[in-house]
């Protein structure tokens, strides 16, 4: 061990070892991901500093052990995500084709979509497609009825539906609706 103080040894390690943990990653995930799983693994090292061995070697094990876990992990993520997708399309009167996602350019695109959505719809939409909630289970974590959540899940997916495709007429609170 180094009489170096603990930030500069991580500094080291870091410079030393994010090309091959890149590497690493790129070849277990998309590209998108691997910046995440780089900058995820090198967080949960810094923050178990103490645990990490002092011997170069088993100082690389380490690290890439840590990376491997933190790949288990982006691929769980991910095999969420695509359940969550596949619930969404599936579910009757979407009108939206499974593959509508590629209509979507980016998350600020989507971002906005829903943003323009009225306050409860959107907390029942994210809360049902993101969470992965029931929707009774919807119901009670925005302290309204299931029929509610039922009939917001509705309107939100009509406003969706022009706003996916390019016809932006549908605003923010065009309609009267209970909430």
Sequence with gaps: ??????????EL???TMAPQIRAFARRHVDAAAVDDVV??????????????????DARRAWVYTVARFTL????????RSRER???WAAQPGTGIAPD??????????????LRRLPDAERAALTCVVLDGLSVE?????LACSVSAVTSRLSRARARLQPLLSGDATTTRGE????R
């Design 13 to 15: 390690l870091f410079r």
């Design 100 to 113: 509508a996602s590629a209509t979507v350019d980016s998350t600020d695109a989507v971002v906005e979509v």
């Design 1 to 10: 061990m180094t009489d170096e103080p603990p930030a500069r040894q991580f």
């Design 72 to 79: 288990g992990r982006e691929h769980e993520r991910a095999r």
């Design 39 to 56: 900058a995820d693994t090198f967080l949960v090292v810094w923050r178990r500093w103490d645990a990490v061995p002092p011997e170069p």
């Design 85 to 87: 997708a596949d619930r």
């Design 137 to 141: 289970q919807t119901a009670e974590r």
């Design 175 to 178: 309609t009267d609706d209970v």
